[in-house]
């Protein structure tokens, strides 16, 4: 079974790093 895409939608912007933090975390909790 194909897992489903975890889609995140964001206004941190290009210059912060919070969606990598984010992305990383979700990952962590579910890879």
Do not use: E, Q
């Not at 079974?1 to 790093?17: A, E, K, Q, S």
């Amino acid at each position: 079974m194909v897992p489903p895409p975890v889609v995140l939608t964001t206004d941190f912007g290009l210059r912060d790093p919070y969606a990598g933090v984010m992305k990383g975390v979700v990952l962590s909790i579910n890879p």
